[in-house]
């Protein structure tokens, strides 16, 4: 992982690790609620093509059936990089989330369906964002997405 980032450093003298965790958690936040949300606009600034798909199918789906998901952050307790490469121009980092949601899909009568309103659930996710270093464009974006351990 060293390796990576002094690679990536290399390439963007602006790079900051501590920054990029920093904008990578508020990513995180603002991905999470978007996707509750079925904020589309939201979503394809902050993912890859094939990963705002993944999530737009999710969303059809769910309002297809007329569900509804309410998510509230109760806090963002880790968030470590775990990888990070250089391949060509494209900096690829890794970052470990560990979160407290409460998250709660209602079906069309607003009926649970899944998750409680009242229960912080403990969520652990492994997130890659992407960047083209030789881009104008100072953006990450989310290029994969695995629920972690």
């Given at each position: 992982?060293?390796?990576?980032?002094?690679?990536?450093?290399?390439?963007?003298?602006?790079?900051?690790?501590?920054?990029?965790?920093?904008?990578?958690?508020?990513?995180?936040?603002?991905?999470?609620?978007?996707?509750?949300?079925?904020?589309?606009?939201?979503?394809?600034?902050?993912?890859?093509?094939?990963?705002?798909e993944g999530f737009e199918a999710a969303i059809r789906?769910?309002?297809?059936?007329?569900?509804?998901?309410?998510?509230?952050?109760?806090?963002?307790?880790?968030?470590?990089?775990?990888?990070?490469?250089?391949?060509?121009?494209?900096?690829?980092?890794?970052?470990?989330?560990v979160s407290q949601l409460i998250s709660v899909t209602?079906?069309?009568?607003?009926?649970?369906?899944?998750?409680?309103?009242?229960?912080?659930?403990?969520?652990?996710?492994?997130?890659?964002?992407?960047?083209?270093?030789?881009?104008?464009?100072?953006?990450?974006?989310?290029?994969?997405?695995?629920?972690?351990?």
């Amino acid at each position: 992982m060293a390796a990576g980032l002094d690679a990536i450093v290399r390439e963007d003298k602006t790079f900051d690790a501590k920054h990029f965790v920093a904008g990578a958690r508020a990513a995180y936040e603002m991905i999470v609620l978007a996707y509750a949300e079925g904020d589309r606009r939201t979503l394809k600034n902050l993912l890859s093509r094939d990963v705002y798909e993944g999530f737009e199918a999710a969303i059809r789906e769910r309002e297809g059936k007329g569900e509804t998901v309410e998510t509230r952050f109760v806090s963002i307790d880790k968030s470590d990089i775990t990888g990070a490469e250089l391949r060509a121009t494209t900096a690829q980092i890794t970052v470990r989330f560990v979160s407290q949601l409460i998250s709660v899909t209602r079906d069309k009568s607003g009926s649970v369906i899944e998750g409680n309103p009242e229960k912080v659930t403990d969520v652990t996710d492994v997130w890659t964002f992407a960047r083209d270093l030789s881009s104008r464009d100072p953006n990450w974006k989310l290029v994969a997405t695995e629920a972690g351990q």
